[in-house]
């Protein structure tokens, strides 16, 4: 038994100690903890590692490379009539040559690099950096951007689809990749360059050495080099054509960075002067109108989002919105009733669209795409004349005006300060809002637009369809020669603000697409019109039931031959510049317009067009839009109008006498004549003036009569 003092010795050593192995063992674990889940951490890394490297090497493994010669018989973009079966021609016909890099000129190859690619020769086929780039750009909702180096861009164009999507991405990226593990970088760059398009229909920069300077790729300079390697990045945006000044950058950018990559000498650099670039020849397969239709549809793809890249070279379908048989009657039309002599500078255009949809159905662009690529159908460039008159008399029946308001129908006839006349300097006397619409009478519907307002009519006409970009139009302070079509719209948008109340007043947007089909078959794109109400039912029905008397009744005459319900409006305007002919049925609207311009590009006078002194829009114009609808519409079920209501059709209530000149008079009514209450005014030889008695003058609560003035009454106001 031991003693206390070794007792307490014990426990005192026993507690000095314990603390200190409890450290010790603390001490010790701690590190080994660590240890461990670094171990565990890099081990599941190392597996991880392993497990993505075995899965990309299956996956490269995978992903075959197919031939470049494949490429040579990829399906082209084919564009149908809208059954969808009867093709109209083909976008980006290929006229690839390919050649080998040995015969393209070092310095054509370096041009293209300083324009696409500076590193191609450093990297793996994918820049990182790059793609970081257009994936925050995408994400941001910038521009969407793909693949930045040339391995990038040949793989997404001879080997994937043009799907912009994710898995996409990921798959040109693998490919990339492969690509430079397989095959060296001369035959990626020599592939690259016998694929790309450059414009002018040239797959391949050979082709594109013929299409743009006539020559073998082997025959250009670095300066002509430069010219093509600018090109690619947008062939439509930078053409020559229509943005010369754009490509003229492009190249000095390009050629600037061949300078500083040391592709050649700053002394190359100050000498090299802009190339002449051969005018641009379209192929045959574009004659008559089907370049106007396939450079319509194009046009539209680009601005939905498509690249030419894809439109050119991405196999698609796309089925239009043009019908097969309008389409061949607005050609048999033009040619049949449109005027043979004196038609030197002679413009015709066409448009139809079917209303609640705005699908164009026919157009006639010219009298051949090849010889001239302005389209008279969509361009803006003719005066509308008369056929603006409908957008007045929409607001004037918007403000409650019945269709038996009267106005001045005299010639000239002077409203605000500006003198007019009628067609002929026909003078019709006090005339109602139907007469003047069935005869297109200038002074009754300019009067009417002064008494409802310009603006009102403007707001009217854009309500309908006419863009705001129509030249002419002066919206920001329109005159009383706004109803009279000083305005020049295009044939569609004349067309497509009609089909508005054809479809009793819900305007549609318009389209020249209906569907577009992937090279798989499935479908991308499927149009569905914007509708918008522009004026309610009545309204547009009372526009109709007036418009279609202008055809019984009134200037378009012509069009009874179609023998069934129509409506329409003839435009002719001054100095005989310009005559129209735009009316309807509920299932097609459809503007013909016509106009004379000299070799410089004005309009002038269409006298001596066909014989006709004077061309107006009862003339070819209506006879073409006669034989057109008389076509497209042959076998089509015939359909009414819907009436208009009662009150449209309403006597207007009007007075034949007032007491006083300060009375207020309805709108649409002529100035009745002003009675004095009080008899006859006292004369000098009345006997009873000598000394008359005096009289109670009664209050007038509108305050003191007015002063005498030495203006007359105008009478010609109805």
Known sequence: MSSPTQKGSASKKTAIKKPTKRSTSSEQRAPLWRRRWLRRILWTLIFLTAIGATFLAVVLARTEVPSPNDLATSEATVVYYSGGSNEIGRLGESTRRSVLLSDIPEDIQQAVLAAEDRDFYNHGGISPIGIARAALNNLTGGSTQGGSTITQQYAKIAFLTQDRTWKRKINEALLAFKLETVISKEQILQDYLNTIYFGRNANGIEAAAVAYFNKSVNELDYIEGAVLASVIKSPSGLN????????????????????????????????????????????????GQVGFLLTAVEQQLLAQGYTETEIQRGGLKIVSSFNRKAQ?????????QGPTSGTQGLRIGLAAVRPGSGEVLAMYGGTDFITDQINNATRQFAQAGSTFKPFALASALEQGLPLNSLWNGNSPATVNDYTLNNYGDNSYGVVSLLQATELSINSAYVELTSEIGVRNVADAALAAGI???????????????FVLGTGSPSGLDMANAYATFANEGVRSTTTFIKQVFGPNGGLIYQYEPLLTTAFSTEVANTVNYSLNKVVTSGTAKAALALDRPAAAKTGTTDDNKSAWFAGYTPQ?????????????????????????????????????WTAFMRGSLKKQPVVNFQAPPDEALSPIDCPDFIETDLEEIPLGCPIPEVVNEFGPENTESD???VDPAPVEQPINEFGPEPAPTDQPIDEGRP
Do not use: C, H
């Not at 061949?328 to 049949?336: C, M, P, T």
């Not at 609207?589 to 004077?614: F, H, R």
């Open 687 to 689: 006997p009873a003036a």
């Open 588 to 624: 097609i609207s459809a503007a013909v317009l016509m106009a004379k311009e000299d070799s410089s590009g004005m309009p002038i006078s269409m006298s001596g067009t066909g014989g006709l002194g004077t061309v107006t829009g009862g003339s070819f114009p209506a006879a073409i």
């Open 240 to 287: 020559p054509e229509d943005n010369l000044s754009g490509l003229k950058a492009r190249w000095s950018y390009v050629l600037d960075s061949m300078s500083v990559l040391g592709d050649i000498t700053q002394a190359q650099r100050d000498a090299a002067i802009f190339p002449e670039i051969i005018p641009f020849k379209q192929k045959d397969r574009l004659g």
């Open 467 to 481: 863009p705001e970009t129509t030249p002419g139009l002066n919206l920001e302070s329109p005159d009383l020669t």
């Open 328 to 336: 061949r009657s607005a050609q048999r039309a033009v040619k049949n």
